[in-house]
Nanobody
Framework: VQLVESGGGSVQAGGSLKLSCAAS????????MAWFRQAPGKEREGVAT??????NYVDFAKGRFTISQDNVKNTLYLQMNGLKPEDTAMYYC??????????????WGQGTQVTVS
């Protein structure tokens, strides 16, 4: 399974970005999928998960970020609104894991950089 993220970039505070994660096989999107992020000098942290249309968010993402998936396109999305400088990080998608436990995920993308100024 290969996961390829896109959609990152530089935005001003208050702006929006929509990240995409294309999976090479449909089976990846049938497992739990998640977005994580890692800022310089910090540990990787969970952002949101989706499994069988049930979504979960960490506190900082609630009300601002929306995770979704298109099973026809085998693509995972993360819509991010109201971005803050503290959201600056490399964002990764992951598949086939448990909750927000990063080490439990078997598949990872290469990451896409989000910078908020």
């Amino acid at each position: 399974v290969q996961l390829v993220e896109s959609g990152g970039g530089s935005v001003q505070a208050g702006g929006s970005l929509k990240l995409s994660c294309a999976a090479s096989t449909y089976t990846a999107t049938r497992e739990r999928m998640a977005w994580f992020r890692q800022a310089p000098g910090k540990e990787r942290e969970g952002v949101a998960t989706i499994y069988r249309d049930v979504t979960n968010y960490v506190d900082f993402a609630k009300g601002r970020f929306t995770i979704s998936q298109d099973n026809v396109k085998n693509t995972l999305y993360l819509q991010m609104n109201g971005l803050k400088p503290e959201d600056t990080a490399m964002y990764y998608c992951a598949a086939d894991g448990v909750g927000f436990i990063a080490r439990s995920y078997n598949y990872w993308g290469q990451g896409t950089q989000v910078t908020v100024s």
